[in-house]
């Protein structure tokens, strides 16, 4: 079984700053990708930044030259380094982990952990 855990989410103002984490463990063979995603309430589950393990990377639109995802593959873990905030950004962040474990390839979320940002 693969375990994936995000940290790091919390209550911020605008312009401010957040990093998330997101650490993957269990019975892993290779890790293909490691994404965040987001779900505001009312809203449904969008892309926020993709990453495959290299310099390959991509961002919606909206986060695009403030959020940066990178990867630490000796650590199966994943970042999402999230600058200027804004108020739309407040939602729900989950981890998206996709693997290959002993049931062969599957895809992983986390728990999700909760960004707000609020004045």
């Known amino acids: 079984q693969v375990q994936v855990v995000e940290s790091g989410g919390g209550l911020v103002q605008p312009g401010g700053s957040l990093r998330l984490s997101c650490a993957a463990s269990?019975?892993?063979?290779?890790?293909?990708?490691m994404d965040w995603y987001r779900q505001a309430p009312g809203k449904q589950r969008e892309l926020v930044a993709a990453t495959t393990g290299g310099s390959n990377t991509n961002y919606a639109d909206s986060v695009k030259g403030r959020f940066t995802i990178s990867r630490d593959n000796a650590k199966n873990t994943v970042y999402l380094q999230m600058n200027s905030l804004k108020p739309d950004d407040t939602a729900v962040y989950y981890c998206?982990?996709?693997?290959?474990?002993?049931?062969?390839?599957?895809?992983?979320w986390g728990q999700g952990t909760q960004v707000t940002v609020s004045s």
């Open positions: 269990g019975n892993i063979f290779r890790i293909y990708a």
């Open positions: 998206h982990v996709g693997a290959l474990g002993g049931l062969g390839y599957e895809d992983y």
